[in-house]
Antibody
Framework: EVQMVESGGGLVQPGRSLRLSCVDS????????MHWVRQAPGKGLEWVSG????????GYADSVKGRFTIYRDNAKKSLYLQMNSLRAEDTALYYCAKGAGSFWNEYYIASWGQGILVTVSP | QSALTQPASVSGSPGQSVTISCTWTSSDVVPYKSVSWYRQYPGKAPQMMIFDVSNRPSGISDRFSGSRSGNTAYLTISGLQAEDEADYYC?????????FGGGTKLTVL
């Protein structure tokens, strides 16, 4: 049973920072790529970032490149997203998601967390 | 980033079949890597329905099938049921990112 639980969301002012966390309790975390995918209210899915199993490769959407950083701690079975210089358009439900293989740019997303809401507003 | 284009909505009656298309509009999309489909109910996380164009994970009904022709992938749902009413998203890769289609709302009449 895959169980990923996100935390760290909330209300933040534009220009400020926030760090999201995702802890896995159900599978061999270290072998798999991980992703963050977001969904603005009433909108579709938007891939944000991915990281390979050993942190050797990462990728970012153009909309967050230079502002967001993805990283992981396999010993803690945890995934993180450091979000800096937040903007109103970053307001969304952020999903932690597991890849089906080791490399983020090679395999589809196999499973998803329940999501955590980030609201960027004055 | 490159786009995957889906119809905004499709509909069908119970028992019918519906097909949702997913067309890539840029040569930067590399669909040979993986075209997948996800279903999302309102207020719920997405669920993977089809991977690698036409493969079903265990536990997914065989009423769901995937295919590809040229630069378009297809999700077909046969024997439509009320529970199939949801949003459906396709996904693939470019050389630098993962991408999602805009989503298709399936209405069961």
């Amino acid at each position: 049973e895959v169980q990923m639980v996100e935390s760290g969301g909330g209300l933040v002012q534009p220009g400020r920072s926030l760090r999201l966390s995702c802890v896995d309790s159900g599978f061999i975390f270290a072998d798999y790529a991980m992703h963050w995918v977001r969904q603005a209210p009433g909108k579709g899915l938007e891939w944000v970032s991915g990281i390979s199993w050993n942190s050797g490769s990462t990728g970012y959407a153009d909309s967050v490149k230079g502002r967001f950083t993805i990283y992981r701690d396999n010993a803690k079975k945890s995934l993180y997203l450091q979000m800096n210089s937040l903007r109103a358009e970053d307001t969304a439900l952020y999903y932690c998601a597991k890849g089906a293989g080791s490399f983020w740019n090679e395999y589809y997303i196999a499973s998803w967390g329940q999501g955590i809401l980030v609201t960027v507003s004055p | 980033q490159s786009a995957l284009t889906q119809p905004a909505s499709v509909s069908g009656s119970p028992g019918q079949s519906v097909t949702i298309s997913c067309t890539w509009t840029s040569s930067d999309v590399v669909p040979y890597k993986s075209v997948s489909w996800y279903r999302q109910y309102p207020g719920k996380a997405p669920q993977m329905m089809i991977f690698d164009v036409s493969n079903r994970p265990s536990g997914i009904s065989d009423r769901f099938s995937g295919s590809r022709s040229g630069n378009t992938a297809y999700l077909t749902i046969s024997g439509l049921q009320a529970e199939d009413e949801a949003d459906y998203y396709c996904s693939s890769f470019t050389s630098t990112s993962m991408i999602f289609g805009g989503g298709t709302k399936l209405t069961v009449l």
